[in-house]
Each structure stands twice: as structure tokens, then as C-alpha cells.
């Protein structure tokens, strides 16, 4: 199992008899031996993989990150050995008369393994050099049993436990590689199976009596935290684990969540994706129903959307509420009716006129006229014998727009498109230099469509703003003329 070392709920990562563990600081990997055989996972228990096994089993292990080599104690001779990590290059380092070794610690940057050792030889902590060799010396002893020991490498420091038989109880202490010695606590249990490590600012001191960890300050060595564990826990050892969100793994829209031996990245709200990469969630098209009222419609953004109301609504705060545009404005004719509808409104002429509802004209007795043009001049027909000319234009095109009755007509001086009166008064320009082959005009609309000398394209524009061209059709071809059905559109 492991536990936070700010506490918190214990997660069982791996299912293990009486193992003994080891960490290896470079890899952030842990080590375990279980039996006689020695593997090696991720903190968090997965990528298990085996390494070698080692014949009669181990007291305890030390894992040499920098040199990648393995120091046991083996249980059958009390023989202190090392092996490389793939199980190669068997040594012995500490033979016959060192069978009262308890524990061990490697400190790979000054080539030196440390020791907790019981009474039997009168000494409670050794040093053994790793490049010299030779015999193991006593680096203090208080005339009691070593238990265990931990070594903080950086400061120099060796934390160990040791049992008093006189007080029957557990003693806390400290020494430094030069054998300086202080006593942290004098009895902190009475029995069991004490552990002990450490990691950055802070050591922890198994009490498997109470199963309870509890945590010292490097500085002060006082406990700042005690922390529950399972019944029956036996080792102990502290390691690092990377938090990986510091480095940004996930998509700048994704929250990162450090876990042990890994991250997890979720898209954020709004988003979707795997977390490494997250795109925008589209909520006006995925969610299974219009998220706006009714009167209103959907405008995503970027994780989020919002709801506009639709022409002829307005918002109220809460809703969008349909306009009365014929009691708050509009362009109906003075002689038209103006209907409400849903979103807009209706102009009608009333009964006598004519037009669109918001250009209405008496309804008078017409008499039919027919313009024509020639190279050089516009004229009309009247009563199908009296000849009047209009104005003078060369080779003109003639439109009528029916809704104003008024004529209108292209000529290819200075390509200028013209509207006047039937008389050939008020004669007023709507656009200059466009090339047309031919053009009409839809006149409830107000929009001129015409094809272009150009290219031979459909195009077009409003009546009100020539510069505003659209195309409409490209390459009509062998095309020449048109005209604009305004019933049927």
C-alpha cells in the first residue's frame, strides 16, 4: 500500500508477504523482495517487472540508484553482498563474524554502506567503506540493540531505532557520518516491529504497535503529524514521486491532476477531448435539444454559448418576447395596414391603393404606354400613334419599375443606369461605370440584377447602394437577357 506523506486515506497498490522495500531515487521506481525474489514497479504498482532471485532470502536490502547496484544482508549466512541490477557480478563485502547486522543503507555518493547492528558485538552502528574495503568499523555504540536506520545522504545524518532492554522500550536517535550522536526520544514504544525513513525535510518513524506514522521535522525533530495506517504494517520507505503538471503535459484547455507515477488530464467544462488535446464543445449543435427559450437562438463560444434573441424579439431580463413593431415603429405607408406576426410584421395597402404596403398609390385609370429606344434616344407611344421623345441616350435598355412607376434605363454613356418619370422628367442617376450586357429589377425588393459585359456573371445590388455588388451566378454562358417574374420569385 502507500499513504500520502501529508496523510490521508492508505491504497493497496500490490498484494505482498512480509516484503521488505527499497526506492531507487533516479528511476522513482520502488523495489521490493518478496521471498527470494527481487522486483522492481512504479510507484503507484504497475510495470512490474522481476530481476533476479536470491537464494535463502534477504534481512534487508539497500538500492544504489547511481551505480544501480543491490546491498542485502542475505538471511541464510548473514553475509553482507551486492549484485548489479540485472543480477550480475556477485560479491561479498562482509564475511564471518558480522552476523549481528539488523539493517542497511547505501550512500552512493560517498561510497559507503551504514549498518544497525544488535548488542551481541557491542556495537550499534557501523560503516562499512564500499572502495577501500577491508573490515567494517563501529561508528557508535550505546550498548543496545539497532533496529533500524534510515540516512538522509544530503545532510549527512543517520536516523536509527534501537531497543533499550533496561526501559524495555523503543529509542529514537541521530548521528552524523562522524558518529556525533543525539537522542530524539527516549521510549516512543514499548514493542513491535519499528520502521524508519526519510525524504526531504521530514523523517517517519513506523509505531506498528499503533500503526501509526508519525512525522518529525528534520529541524526541530519534533513530531508535526501523526498518520493512521492498516493494522500489521511492518516496512516503511519514503519516496518522491514527480508531480508532471508542473510541467504542462495537458492542453492548455484541460485540468492536470498529479496521481501517483503519472497525471491525469480532463478537458475542461465546455470542451471535449482526451485531455492531451481538447476541443470545443459545440453546444448549439451536440446538446440534444435547443439550450435557448423559444424567440431566441444559440451562438456558441469558446467552452461555453449564449442566447441571442431573434429579429423582432427583445430580452425582458429573463426570456425574449416578441415586438409589436406596429405600435413601436415601422415603415408601413401612411395608406397601409400594419400586421403583428411572430418576429416581424406585414405592410398592406389598404383598399384603393396599390403597391407594397410601404409604397401605396392611388388606384386611378391608367393609360398604357410603350417606350422605346434606339442608338441614340429614348421615346414613347401614345395611343399607339403620338411619338414623344423622352431623352436622348445611346443604344439604352429599358426597365419599368412597377411599384414607383417610374422608367429606368441603362446607357453606355459613361455606362450610367438611370431612373426618371414616365415623362421623361426627374431624371436621377443610380449607378455609373458598371458594363451592363442587360438588367431588370425587382421591384418589391428594390434590387437590380444584371448581367456583367465583363464576364458574362450574374450580379447584382441594391437599389439604394450600387457599390454594394454581389455575384451571383458565375459564366452564364451564351446567356443575353433577363427579366424578373415578381409573383412567383
Not at 161 to 182: A, C, H
Not at 199 to 204: A, E
Not at 448 to 476: E, H, T
Request: net charge negative; hydrophobic share 30%.
Amino acid at each position: 500500500m502507500y499513504v500520502p506523506s501529508s496523510g490521508g486515506g492508505s491504497t493497496v497498490i500490490r498484494s505482498a508477504t512480509n516484503a521488505k522495500l527499497g526506492y531507487d531515487a533516479t528511476t522513482r521506481r520502488l523495489y521490493v523482495v518478496e521471498g527470494i525474489s527481487l522486483f522492481s514497479m512504479k510507484l503507484d504498482g504497475s510495470d512490474s517487472q522481476g530481476m533476479f532471485e536470491i537464494g535463502g532470502g534477504v534481512k534487508r536490502f539497500s538500492v544504489d540508484d547511481i551505480y544501480e547496484k543491490i546491498y542485502y544482508i542475505a538471511r541464510a549466512t548473514d553475509y553482507t553482498n551486492l549484485r548489479n541490477f540485472d543480477g550480475s557480478n556477485f560479491t561479498e563485502l562482509l564475511g564471518r563474524g558480522n552476523d549481528d547486522l539488523t539493517d542497511i543503507q547505501v550512500d552512493s555518493t560517498m561510497n559507503l554502506l551504514f549498518f544497525a547492528a544488535d548488542e551481541s558485538l557491542e556495537r550499534d552502528l557501523v560503516v562499512y567503506n564500499i572502495t577501500s574495503g577491508g573490515e567494517a568499523r563501529t561508528l557508535y555504540n550505546a550498548n543496545s540493540s539497532s533496529i533500524r536506520l534510515t540516512i538522509d545522504r544530503l545532510n549527512q545524518i543517520i536516523y536509527w531505532i534501537s531497543y533499550n532492554t533496561e526501559s524495555n522500550s523503543l529509542m529514537l536517535r541521530k548521528t552524523d557520518y562522524n558518529g556525533n550522536t543525539t537522542v530524539i526520544t527516549g521510549s516512543f514504544a514499548q514493542s513491535g516491529r519499528p520502521a524508519i525513513t526519510q525524504i526531504g525535510d521530514y523523517y517517519y518513524v513506523l509505531d506498528s504497535t499503533q500503526s501509526i506514522i508519525r512525522k518529525y521535522d528534520k529541524a526541530t525533530d519534533t513530531v508535526v503529524q501523526s498518520i493512521t495506517v492498516y493494522g500489521g504494517a511492518t516496512e516503511i520507505i519514503g519516496a518522491n514521486d514527480l508531480d508532471e503538471c508542473t510541467q504542462d503535459p495537458c492542453d492548455p484547455l484541460a485540468d492536470c491532476t498529479n496521481i501517483i507515477a503519472g497525471y491525469s488530464c480532463v478537458c475542461q467544462s465546455g470542451y471535449t477531448g482526451n485531455g492531451s488535446v481538447c476541443n470545443d464543445i459545440d453546444e448549439c449543435i451536440e446538446l440534444d435539444s435547443n439550450p435557448c427559450s423559444n424567440g431566441s437562438f444559440c451562438v456558441n463560444e469558446n467552452g461555453t454559448y449564449r442566447c441571442e434573441c431573434n429579429p423582432g424579439y427583445n430580452h425582458n431580463g429573463t426570456h425574449c418576447n416578441d415586438i409589436e413593431e406596429c405600435e413601436n415603429g415601422h415603415d408601413c405607408h401612411v395608406n397601409a395596414t400594419c400586421t403583428n406576426t411572430v418576429g416581424s410584421y406585414t405592410c398592406a395597402c389598404n383598399n384603393g391603393f396599390s403597391g407594397n404596403g410601404t409604397i401605396c398609390e392611388d388606384l386611378q385609370c391608367y393609360i398604357e404606354w410603350i417606350y422605346l429606344a434606339t442608338a441614340s434616344e429614348i421615346y414613347v407611344i401614345v395611343h399607339g400613334s403620338n411619338i414623344a421623345t423622352l431623352t436622348m441616350a445611346t443604344n439604352a435598355k429599358l426597365e419599368y419599375d412597377r411599384l414607383t412607376k417610374r422608367m429606368l434605363y441603362f446607357t453606355e454613356d459613361g455606362n450610367t443606369l438611370y431612373t426618371m418619370k414616365l415623362d421623361g422628367s426627374n431624371k436621377t442617376v443610380i449607378s455609373t461605370g458598371i458594363q451592363m450586357d442587360a438588367f431588370t429589377i425587382d421591384y418589391t425588393s428594390r434590387f437590380i440584377y444584371y448581367i456583367s459585359q465583363l464576364d458574362n456573371d450574374l450580379k447584382g445590388f441594391p437599389l439604394s447602394d450600387s457599390s454594394n455588388i454581389s455575384d451571383l451566378i458565375l459564366n452564364l454562358g451564351s446567356v443575353k437577357d433577363l427579366d424578373f417574374d415578381g409573383m412567383s420569385r
